[in-house]
T-cell receptor
Framework: DTGVSQDPRHKITKRGQNVTFRCDPI?????LYWYRQTLGQGPEFLTY????????KSRLLSDRFSAERPKGSFSTLEIQRTEQGDSAMYLC?????????????FGNGTRLTVT | EDQVTQSPEALRLQEGESSSLNCSYT??????LFWYRQDPGKGPEFLFT???AGEEKEKERLKATLTKKESFLHITAPKPEDSATYLC????????????FGTGTRLQVML
């Protein structure tokens, strides 16, 4: 079990630049999630994929955010025209679709700092 | 909208000093309540799932219990390696595995 892998671990960017993060889920997991966590807060749901289909997006996900999972395997999260308020830890999680209440397995996140 | 409130925000214990963390929740139909542990700079690590009032789960020094409105994470004779942030999350019926998290309890266990 290699776990959920996220790349990069850290990203520092200037305001207005675009950034892209990658997530590789556990291989047999069909469900993939993106969450955002700021300091002292719990993770907040951003979006959810079942295989390659994006089934749910949070109201937190502005038009500057886009996520893809083109072949139902890895996923990317892109933030365009970054703002200082985007600074956070971006967490990816995956779960099997055998049960609706399967626990989520999280990666160690990408920490984004917007200067 | 689902809501989760955790208390206390922070807790400092001496090694061996047992205590409990609280998670109060409101959800329109509970599918599951989850406890996670998070170490600094890491993603949350799954501990337990509870489904119905009266249920209990145990793992080493941790025991999680569930009522209709809250869950408790009991820590018995903690060790310094139990120091972490403990997160509670709920999944409502019809939310396709989406979790709503609380803000966590930061636990520090001193020697």
């Amino acid at each position: 079990d290699t776990g959920v892998s996220q790349d990069p671990r850290h990203k520092i960017t200037k305001r207005g630049q675009n950034v892209t993060f990658r997530c590789d889920p556990i291989s047999e997991h069909n469900r993939l999630y993106w969450y955002r966590q700021t300091l002292g807060q719990g993770p907040e749901f951003l979006t959810y994929f079942q295989n390659e289909a994006q089934l749910e997006k949070s109201r937190l996900l502005s038009d500057r955010f886009s996520a893809e999972r083109p072949k139902g395997s890895f996923s990317t999260l892109e933030i365009q025209r970054t703002e200082q308020g985007d600074s956070a830890m971006y967490l990816c999680a995956s779960s099997p679709d055998t049960l609706l209440d399967s626990p989520l397995h999280f990666g160690n996140g990408t920490r984004l700092t917007v200067t | 909208e689902d809501q989760v409130t955790q208390s206390p925000e922070a807790l400092r214990l001496q090694e061996g000093e047992s205590s409990s963390l609280n998670c109060s929740y409101t959800v329109s139909g509970l599918r599951g309540l989850f406890w996670y542990r998070q170490d600094p700079g890491k993603g949350p690590e799954f501990l337990f799932t509870l489904y119905s009032a009266g249920e209990e789960k145990e793992k080493e020094r941790l025991k999680a219990t569930l009522t209709k409105k809250e869950s408790f994470l009991h820590i018995t004779a903690p060790k310094p390696e139990d120091s972490a942030t403990y997160l509670c999350a709920v999944q409502g019926i019809g939310t396709a595995s989406k979790l709503t998290f609380g803000t966590g309890t930061r636990l520090q266990v001193m020697l």
